[in-house]
């Protein structure tokens, strides 16, 4: 172990907490600072009201895959995992809607107008199974991926399917029609097609298998229960409202300029940024390498907006809907049906939208009125009962790309391949002069997770470690 230290994290979501959690476990003495009055930062529970019966609905993180271990790790150790559920995803209730260019269709009967749909789009020399199979995974990589990143991959995903054509996929072939494919069962028995395309079709078929995965979890009663009880943890003081304004590095000390209504300046022995680099690189910084200052100008982020609804009831169970996503299109990409956990008198959340990408930029630019009345009309598309009177409560919305603590919902790694995230993951990462320390998203093997965040930061203490001796 080395000596004691005292480290100063900034920013409070998972991987400052983290961090901090990790460094008191070594016997180091932790300060953290956060710019807003909350914590958990893209970790973000929203409650219609108050108390454990209130309808909830996650603006940021929602799901954990089952080969997170870093995140399921802290769960257990945060005595947290009675609380896991599974959490129903994209096409995983068949009785959910998917957008075709012929109107919303239950995802059961999907299969017929998706393969002519994707029969107009990409002609037809190929096998009929191969067809089917690009039907689908077209159809899942447009419910979560932005239209024009997708257009953006046409070429990959027929490089891609000429490699699956070459295949007998027909013991991938699921359901009672046997029209849909088991696409995990299939890349978990051929994993040389995902590296016979692009390194981003290889990344981005990565996502797919991971947003769609039947072993993804949610924690019941909000995942902001892992940063409440995370920072339960946490010996040392948090300090919210205090936002960093600059940083400059110098041999031996860092200063950080924080505001709380009045400026100070901490002259700090070791520091530990979880900033995102979206907001850092705005700040007034010194003593930074070129190449810091240069990976913190090309990494890219890309906003996100969810819009939750409290309705009066879970109207949607009427339906034939019992959890799961829909993928409306439209400005809308996907709808979510929470399980209804609470009070039912309470009414039910709905995550009406999730759009990512140039899809959320536009809602985002609206005025919120608009913003809702907008996602309203369009969702109503779909579910007609939600214009029976009083069904609709209210909304809620977090345009991540206009959030001042994160500048972006993510760091967007999908036009990379391999290499390339590593290579900026480890530039993002390497410490400054010994003193200035990084962790977060754009440090992470894998972003866009919480589970990136976790790795990121006990990455960071390693280094913390190894500095002084
Ligand atoms: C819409 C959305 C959906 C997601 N879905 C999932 C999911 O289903 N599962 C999953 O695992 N992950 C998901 N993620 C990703 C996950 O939430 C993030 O990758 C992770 O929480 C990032 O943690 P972080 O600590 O790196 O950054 P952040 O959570 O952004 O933390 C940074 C902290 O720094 C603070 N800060 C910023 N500027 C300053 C400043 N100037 N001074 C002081 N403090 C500052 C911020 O307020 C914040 O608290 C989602 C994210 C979003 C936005």
Not at 261 to 274: A, F, R
Not at 279 to 289: A, I, N, T
Not at 343 to 364: H, K, N, Q
Request: aromatic share 8%; hydrophobic share 40%; with cysteine.
């Amino acid at each position: 172990m080395s000596p004691r230290k005292k480290v100063t994290v900034l920013g409070a979501g998972m991987a400052g907490l983290a961090a901090a959690y990790e460094l008191e476990q070594l016997g180091h003495q932790v300060e953290v600072i956060e710019a807003s009055e909350r914590l958990g930062g893209r970790v973000y529970t929203h409650r219609f009201g108050a108390g454990p019966d209130a309808p909830l609905v996650e603006l940021g993180a929602m799901r954990i895959p089952a080969n997170h271990r870093h995140t399921l790790d802290y769960i257990e150790k945060l005595g947290l995992s009675h609380k896991l559920r599974e959490f129903k995803t994209l096409f995983s209730d068949d009785g959910a809607y998917h957008r075709t260019r012929t109107g919303f269709v239950r995802v059961r009967e999907a299969a017929e107008v998706l393969v002519a749909d994707y029969q107009e789009l990409m002609g037809d020399d190929l096998k009929d199974e191969t067809v089917l199979f690009g039907a689908w995974i077209t159809a899942i990589g447009d419910a979560i991926a932005p239209g024009s990143f997708m257009a953006e991959l046409r070429p990959d995903f027929a490089a891609l399917l000429d490699a699956v054509d070459r295949i007998d996929i027909t013991p991938f072939l699921v359901g009672e029609a046997r029209d849909q494919i088991d696409l995990h069962a299939f890349f978990a028995a051929h994993p040389e097609v995902r590296n016979s395309g692009t390194g981003r079709i290889n990344h981005f078929i990565g996502d797919i298998l991971d947003e769609t995965s039947a072993g993804l979890r949610r924690l019941e009663g909000g995942m902001d229960q892992i940063v409440t009880a995370l920072a339960e943890q946490i010996n040392g003081p948090i300090r919210t409202s205090h936002e960093v304004r600059g940083i400059a590095v110098h041999d031996d000390h860092v200063a950080v300029t924080v505001s709380n209504g009045q400026t100070q300046v901490l002259h700090c022995d070791q520091v530990l940024s979880t900033i995102p680099f979206s907001v850092l690189r705005r700040l007034e910084l010194s003593g930074f390498s070129d190449d810091k200052l240069a990976v913190l100008g090309e990494v890219t982020h890309w906003p996100a907006t969810k819009i939750g609804f409290l309705c009066r009831d879970a109207f949607w169970e009427r339906d034939g809907i019992n959890g799961g996503a829909s993928y409306g299109g439209g400005h809308i990409r996907q709808t979510y049906y929470p399980a209804v956990e609470g009070d039912p008198a309470r009414g039910a959340a709905l995550l009406a939208s999730y759009t990512i990408g140039a899809d959320a930029a536009v809602l985002d630019d609206l005025p919120e009125e608009e913003r809702h009345a907008l996602v309203l009309d369009e969702v109503a598309g779909m579910h007609p009962e939600l214009l029976e009177p009083g069904m609709f409560v209210e909304a809620v919305s977090l345009p991540w790309g206009k959030y001042p603590w994160s500048a972006g919902a993510g760091v967007l790694r999908w036009n990379k391949d391999e290499a390339a995230c590593l290579e900026e993951r480890d530039r993002a990462a390497r410490p400054e002069r010994g003193r200035l320390f990084f962790a977060g998203e754009p440090c992470a093997t894998v972003t866009g997770w919480i589970d990136g965040a976790i790795e990121s930061a006990q990455r960071a203490v390693r280094f913390i470690e190894e500095s002084s001796r």
